[in-house]
Antibody, heavy 124, light 107 residues
Framework: QVQLVESGGGVVQPGRSLSLSCAAS????????MHWVRQTPGKGLEWVAA????????FYADSVKGRFTISRDNSRNTLYLQMKSLRAEDSAVYYC?????????????????WGQGTLVTASS | EIVLTQSPATLSLSPGERATLSCRAS??????LAWYQQKPGQAPRLLIY???NRATGIPARFSGTGSGTDFTLTIGSLEPEDFAVYYC?????????FGQGTKLDIK
């Protein structure tokens, strides 16, 4: 069965960096585009970043562009999110998620599998 | 970016009733709209993609309609497990965006 397991969350001071990982299993990772989506506790969903199946294309929300980098290692079935210059407003649960389509806009389909999330808190 | 506005923010209904949730886009997204359900403490689950297609394993009581800027998710007859938060997402243009959610709670 498809499994997505995030790790790397924690408490970090504003302005510092943090890296998240997502270990994928139960499917052919290299064939699927992937996303990071975040959610502030008690609030709504915010799409953060996406990467194509082969890592050749990356897309970002304006709120994180220039500070966050999404990447993947298809040989390790792992997705990453490198976060720099963290702000208090970046505090959230970060979900790793799989897309069921090739992410060329407009994108048919949906985000069909999600991990359980990892909590990032940027606070002094 | 495309802003999605969901209404109402909260919908209070009883099991067996019909639920109608709305999602309005600030510009046309054609038919590239998805709906997700999220229960407390859980990750979101894909319900509907491309406006009207049910995802794998989603019961037939869930249906989606619309095009352009106005979309509707309908739950035909509410089951106890349907009380949750529902989000729409546009997949027409980068950056992808979600609506702010509609909370469906038990009356």
């Amino acid at each position: 069965q498809v499994q997505l397991v995030e790790s790397g969350g924690g408490v970090v001071q504003p302005g510092r960096s943090l890296s998240l990982s997502c270990a994928a299993s139960g499917f052919t990772f290299r064939a699927y585009a992937m996303h990071w989506v975040r959610q502030t506790p008690g609030k709504g969903l915010e799409w953060v970043a996406a990467i194509s199946y082969d890592g050749s294309s990356e897309f970002y929300a304006d709120s994180v562009k220039g500070r966050f980098t999404i990447s993947r290692d298809n040989s390790r079935n792992t997705l990453y999110l490198q976060m720099k210059s963290l702000r208090a407003e970046d505090s959230a649960v970060y979900y790793c998620a799989r897309d069921d389509a090739i992410i060329i806009v407009p994108i048919a389909g949906g985000i069909d599998y999600w991990g359980q999330g990892t909590l990032v808190t940027a606070s002094s | 970016e495309i802003v999605l506005t969901q209404s109402p923010a909260t919908l209070s209904l009883s099991p067996g009733e019909r639920a109608t949730l709305s999602c309005r886009a600030s510009q046309s997204v054609s038919s590239f709209l998805a709906w997700y359900q999220q229960k407390p403490g859980q990750a979101p689950r894909l319900l509907i993609y491309d406006t009207s297609n049910r995802a794998t394993g989603i019961p037939a009581r869930f249906s989606g309609t619309g095009s352009g800027t106005d979309f509707t998710l309908t739950i035909g007859s509410l089951e106890p497990e349907d009380f949750a938060v529902y989000y729409c997402q546009q997949r027409y243009k980068w950056p992808l965006t979600f609506g702010q959610g509609t909370k469906l709670d038990i009356k």
